[in-house]
């Protein structure tokens, strides 16, 4: 009997899960202006503090969390590339047949 109980939970969950995107077909979260860095001077400042890093891990941390909170990571004009489409970072289960990735 618990069993079917943590089921029935799971189907519950499932399904209450997909109510807000069937409610909302448009993605709430999208952006009409594009996101671009807000301070372009402290960016280049950044990006040559990031560059090949020459200080302790907690300092570095600290200057890419600045770097990626003022949007700098989206400079296409520094030479930054976005991607094509959306990237998932996983986990996800690779595919292998006869001992390489499908």
Not at 13 to 40: F, G, I, M, Q, R
Not at 49 to 55: A, F, I, N, S
Not at 80 to 94: L, N, Q, S, V
């Amino acid at each position: 009997m618990g069993i079917k109980i943590h089921i029935r939970h799971a189907a519950a969950a499932a399904l209450l899960a997909c109510l807000p995107l069937a409610a909302n077909a448009a993605c709430s979260s999208k952006s009409e202006t594009p996101l671009l860095p807000t301070d372009p001077v402290r960016c280049a400042l950044l990006g040559e503090l990031l560059r090949g890093p020459k200080t302790q891990l907690d300092e570095y941390e600290r200057l890419l969390a600045d770097y990626l909170s003022n949007l700098c990571h989206r400079d296409v004009a520094a030479g930054w590339k976005p991607d094509k489409r959306m990237r998932d970072t996983g986990p996800y289960i690779a595919t292998f047949k006869h001992g390489k990735r499908c």
